[in-house]
Nanobody, 126 residues
Framework: QVQLVESGGGLVQAGGSLRLSCAASLRTFSYYIMGWFRRAPGKEREFVAAISWAGRNKDYGDSVEGRFTISRDNARNTVYLHMIRLQPEDTAVYYC???????????????????WGQGTQVTVSS
């Protein structure tokens, strides 16, 4: 059974930083595109970041570009999201996801992903 387990969320003041981790029980983790999405209360799920199989390609949502960095460690089956200069509008549940797509495209669409974690709450106070 595939599991994606996020960790690292919490409460932080505006301007602070957090690093989220997502550990995947995927036997061929390096074959998956990995992504991060978030859902704020009352809002649609939003694309945050994606990273290709070996980490050569990385893409970000407009609202986090320049503040968030996605990375992966294929030896540890883990993907990370390093977030800096956090703002109250970043408050959301953050989800990691894994995609078996053979091409690195449509990575910003939730329907491109095959497996999802349960999410970790990030709360940014003003």
């Amino acid at each position: 059974q595939v599991q994606l387990v996020e960790s690292g969320g919490g409460l932080v003041q505006a301007g602070g930083s957090l690093r989220l981790s997502c550990a995947a029980s995927l036997r061929t983790f390096s074959y998956y595109i990995m992504g991060w999405f978030r859902r704020a209360p009352g809002k649609e799920r939003e694309f945050v970041a994606a990273i290709s199989w070996a980490g050569r390609n990385k893409d970000y949502g407009d609202s986090v570009e320049g503040r968030f960095t996605i990375s992966r460690d294929n030896a540890r089956n883990t993907v990370y999201l390093h977030m800096i200069r956090l703002q109250p509008e970043d408050t959301a549940v953050y989800y990691c996801a894994a995609s078996r797509r053979a091409q690195y495209d449509q990575y910003n669409r939730p329907e491109s992903y095959d497996y999802w974690g349960q999410g970790t709450q990030v709360t940014v106070s003003s």
